[in-house]
């Protein structure tokens, strides 16, 4: 690794920076509503115990991989990929990682924009009173409204996708670390509040039991593949965005301290935002199984019935758009950081040639709510497909293969010098991404594929 392109490749300014950025970017819509869901709907408490698991011998082994192979190449994933091939002195179609990445990115974001764009949309709705005193009919009637009119859906998702590329195109420091910085503890600060408010509501305790009483008897085969997906998904691995953020890291920071500290952010975050959401539905005397719809129509009519459910709700929608955009803007910077890289292209133009992409991707998703919406293939509609192609195919496919390479084909001196690891601590890492992690992530693959049951 030359000084010049040591020089030439940005950098975070502090570890503190690759955190936040990184738990930015595995903080998403998921860790709003569905941790919380299928926590409670599969043990509770129990659920927490096996999905920690989860987290340390599946997912973790595979966030440290995906970062190291980043601050090793330091560049983005496709180069990356195909310099650590040449170092490895293997086959270059390993360079395929860095390809998956980069496409994954691009269509999760050409979807994630739009619901990105109800969350926005939402935001405006509560400031104008929509949801006070509105019930289940008038609530049902606003999202299907918003969803249904295809101007309305497009001019969100062209919200959203400018949100995003303003930040990407201001570079590392001032767009991605700057953006994050501040989000991050607004995010925190925002949950914390709405947490506050919530230990004095009559739904506070009935949701604390819902999500840890520990019920063993609900824990199946079944549970242990919800969590062991939801754990490879949640720190969004095989996406590209944590190995070029990982491309950005300090040299002299630890990866395994950082990579505890994202695991341990995103999943304070994820249970944090279950005590913000299911007291306000338990208070409410409503059912928490209802999935997305809990965030766009359970929690409206639950808000506008309450004292401050006008302030509530504006706080919340806020607090939603914010965990979307801190994900978006980590979907778009691998393709983004190749464009810039590889063909010489400035940030600004790479930043905007990725946008309008990703955007016009992202209309034939928008409309498939509305114009296109009996245009389906095997029974999904171009949203499905998208979301279907993408968790249960590429990212199951990026993580196991970037596993694969980091324990197999990356030299043992390197990943050992990377990850500052010695004697039984790096044979832990190198035995759970070798071995433990791929066969986590096939299992998660093949009941992605309805292979297993």
């Not at 990579?259 to 944090?272: C, R």
């Not at 999935?291 to 607090?319: D, N, R, S």
Request: hydrophobic residues 55%; charged residues 10%.
């Amino acid at each position: 690794m030359s000084a010049q392109h040591l020089e030439s490749h940005p950098q975070w300014s502090t570890r503190l920076a690759f955190i936040l950025a990184s738990a930015g970017s595995a903080v998403g819509l998921g860790n709003i509503w569905k941790f919380p869901y299928i926590m409670g709907d599969n043990g509770g408490g129990a659920f927490v115990l096996i999905y920690l698991a989860c987290l340390l011998i599946v997912a973790t082994p595979i966030l440290i991989s995906e970062v190291m192979l980043g601050r090793r190449s330091r560049s983005n994933p496709i180069s990356g990929m195909a310099k650590l091939s040449r170092q490895a002195g293997v086959s270059p179609a390993w360079q395929l990682i860095g390809w998956m990445g980069v496409l994954t990115g691009f269509l999760i974001l050409s979807y994630y924009s739009v619901v990105m764009g109800w969350a926005l949309a939402y935001v405006e709705k509560a400031a104008n009173g929509a949801f006070v005193g509105a019930d289940a009919d008038t609530v049902e009637g606003i999202f299907t409204s918003l969803v249904s009119n295809p101007g309305t859906l497009l001019f969100w998702h062209t919200v959203a996708m400018l949100m995003t590329i303003t930040v990407v195109a201001r570079g590392v420091r001032g767009g991605l670390e700057l953006a994050t910085r501040i989000m991050m503890p607004l995010l925190i600060v925002i949950l914390v509040l709405l947490f506050g408010y919530n230990i004095g509501t009559s739904g506070f305790a009935p949701a604390m039991e819902f999500m840890f009483a520990p019920d063993f008897s609900r824990v199946t085969g079944e549970t242990v593949l919800v969590a062991l997906g939801h754990a490879f998904f949640t720190l969004s691995l095989g996406m590209g965005a944590i190995m070029v953020y990982g491309s950005y890291m300090p040299a002299n920071a630890s990866i395994v301290t950082a990579g505890f500290w994202i695991i341990v952010l995103d999943t304070a975050i994820a249970l944090l935002a279950g005590m913000v959401i299911f007291p306000i539905v338990f208070s409410n005397g409503m059912s928490p199984e209802q999935g997305a719809g809990l965030v766009f129509q359970t929690l409206p009519l639950a808000l506008g019935a309450m004292e401050w459910g006008y302030w509530l709700a504006i706080v919340l929608f806020i607090l939603v758009s914010i965990a979307a955009w801190t994900s978006a803007i980590s979907l778009v910077e691998p393709a983004v950081s190749y464009l810039y890289e590889r063909f010489g292209v400035r940030r600004l133009y790479s930043a905007i040639g990725a946008g309008v992409a990703t955007w016009t991707l992202g209309v034939f998703s928008a409309l498939s709510f509305n114009l296109i919406d009996e245009v389906t293939l095997f029974g999904k509609t171009f949203f499905g497909i998208m979301e279907f192609l993408t968790a249960n195919i590429l990212l199951p496919a990026g993580g196991m293969l970037i596993a694969l390479f980091a324990a197999w084909r990356l030299r043992r001196a390197d990943s050992a010098e990377e990850l500052g690891l010695g004697g039984g601590a790096y044979h832990l890492w190198w035995w759970l991404a070798a071995v433990v992690a791929p066969a986590g992530v096939a299992l998660v693959f093949l009941n992605g594929l309805g292979l297993l049951g």
